[in-house]
């Protein structure tokens, strides 16, 4: 496989991580993407990932596949003052680093920049700034990326163009995707010098659910976070909240924001920032007649499979495409190129299309229940009604736990549906987090932006988070 000529599309996470990783194996590796890089240390647009300012956190599985094939990258991470999520029976390595199977808090863009400067860096990798208009064919595979002006030969080529590009977009079925229900208004704040954290109640930072919505503070690298309100996409009162004056009125009448974002302990270094559409979509390698389109091209990461941002996996269920991918090269994977997407197909199937599975059981259930329906303890629970119980009964941990890790998947819950069912049926249900109901919230909203649509009635009943 030393030797092949690689061509990466998209300079994410999964393009960065696969273009290194491959140049460290000996491919010569074209990077390409259209965005120009950032403008400072502390500026950058980044156009076209409308999720790139967001908060993330970054999991284990994410964090470990980064270690392995750009440990530079990690180490420059800590040194910036990123935090790693040590597991509670972790100890530190004999190297004083993290052990593996730590998670990160950091920036998104604190990442990327950070793996974007080990490409630059790496030999055998060229970054072409362009955007790729298709992927072309000859005698049967993939044999060239077409650019706006010029093209490059390819013996591999990777599609890691994300969540809503279209690039090689006939090759494949549009695949299954539904709307998540919830759209994300965050912002990021920095701790002053010296100020301690707000309340911190998770590995990430702190989650409050509430009545018809979620609140989170994610905390990042070197004192900043971001506080986000994850709203029902639907309800367009809310979408006001991406003014200053709503967004404000909002973080003050909510508990757990009025905290973090006291203007004696931070101060925002973003703008509110609005999100767009969220949605679980699951697209694999093969056409709609179970054929391999193009040998020699492989779709990676977001352009395999997107889930609901509030759970966090979408780096990991792109880093583990990019680690299995690499397995299968590593074994010689690159002689049979038909075999390799079939291959990778096959693994995505089984590794993560079940996350994908289980976001649109849990979005549907979520989404109705903020419309205002109760649990039905008939029904087998979705697996956040199987989380939550764990507040009911903490011996569910034994079997939430490895699924809240990713280290079972989501039909390993099954196991506790009985349980999970009975504490329901007794009438217990999720407590809800102090503070605005949703309907409460979109009054905020409302009298801190006039030109907001007057709020409709309030819904019949009050939705459990
Ligand atoms: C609101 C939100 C919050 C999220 N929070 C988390 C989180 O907390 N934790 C987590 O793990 N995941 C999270 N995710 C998911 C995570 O952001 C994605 O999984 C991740 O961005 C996928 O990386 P990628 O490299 O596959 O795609 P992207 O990051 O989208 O990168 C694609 C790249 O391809 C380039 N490109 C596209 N088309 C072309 C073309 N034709 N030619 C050249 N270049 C092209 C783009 O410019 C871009 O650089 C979140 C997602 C959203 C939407």
């Avoid at 009448?253 to 767009?276: F, K, M, N, Y």
């Amino acid at each position: 496989m030393a030797g092949t000529d690689t061509v990466v599309v998209g300079a994410g996470p999964t393009g960065l991580v696969s273009a290194v990783a491959l140049a460290r194996r000996g491919h010569r590796v074209a990077l390409v993407d259209n965005d120009p890089g950032p403008a400072d240390a502390e500026h950058w647009s980044r156009r076209g990932v409308m999720q790139f300012h967001h908060p993330h956190g970054f999991r284990p599985q994410a964090v470990d596949v980064i270690r392995a094939e750009v440990p530079e990258a990690y180490d420059a991470l800590l040194a910036h003052g990123a935090e790693p999520i040590v597991p509670p029976d972790g100890e530190p390595g004999p190297d004083g680093l993290p052990p593996r199977g730590s998670g990160l808090r950091c920036r998104r863009m604190v990442v990327e920049r950070e793996l974007r400067r080990a490409a630059e860096r790496e030999p055998g990798l060229t970054r072409v700034p362009a955007r790729a208009d298709a992927v072309l064919a000859d005698h049967g595979r993939a044999a060239e990326v077409r650019l706006r002006d010029g093209h490059l030969d390819a013996d591999l080529v990777l599609v890691a163009t994300g969540r809503t590009a279209s690039l090689a977009d006939d090759l494949r079925p549009p695949g299954d995707s539904t709307d998540c229900g919830l759209a994300y208004v965050s912002r990021q704040y920095r701790l002053h010098p010296g100020a301690e954290p707000g309340p911190v109640t998770s590995f990430i930072g702190a989650v409050a659910l509430h009545a018809g919505y979620i609140v989170i503070v994610f905390q990042h690298d070197a004192g900043t976070f971001s506080t986000l309100i994850a709203r029902p996409s639907t309800d367009r009162r809310l979408a006001d909240l991406r003014h200053e004056a709503a967004w404000s009125a909002a973080v003050a009448a909510i508990p757990l924001l009025a905290e973090w974002t006291d203007p004696a302990r931070a101060a925002p270094i973003s703008p509110v920032l609005p999100g767009g559409r969220l949605h679980n979509t699951y697209r694999g390698q093969l056409d709609d007649r179970g054929r391999v389109p193009l040998p020699g091209l492989v779709f990676l990461g977001d352009s395999v499979c997107t889930t609901n941002p509030t759970a966090g996996r979408g780096v990991s269920t792109s880093l583990m495409q990019v680690e299995h991918l690499l397995a299968l090269l590593d074994e010689g994977g690159a002689a049979d190129t038909e075999a390799l997407a079939r291959a990778q197909d096959a693994w995505c199937r089984e590794h993560i299309r079940p996350w994908f599975l289980d976001h649109l059981a849990t979005d549907a259930a979520q989404t109705a229940r903020w419309a205002g329906e109760d649990v039905d303890p008939a029904r087998p629970p979705t697996s956040d009604l199987v989380v939550s119980a764990l507040e009911a009964d903490p011996s569910l941990m034994r079997v939430v736990g490895p699924y809240l890790a990713m280290r079972a998947l989501p039909d390993s819950l099954a196991a506790v549906h009985p349980r999970v069912q009975e504490i329901y049926a007794s009438g217990w249900r999720p407590p809800v987090a102090e503070g605005p109901t949703v309907d409460e919230l979109a009054s905020l909203v409302g009298a801190a932006v006039p030109s907001a649509p007057a709020p409709p009635p309030a819904a019949p009943a009050t939705a459990r988070a």
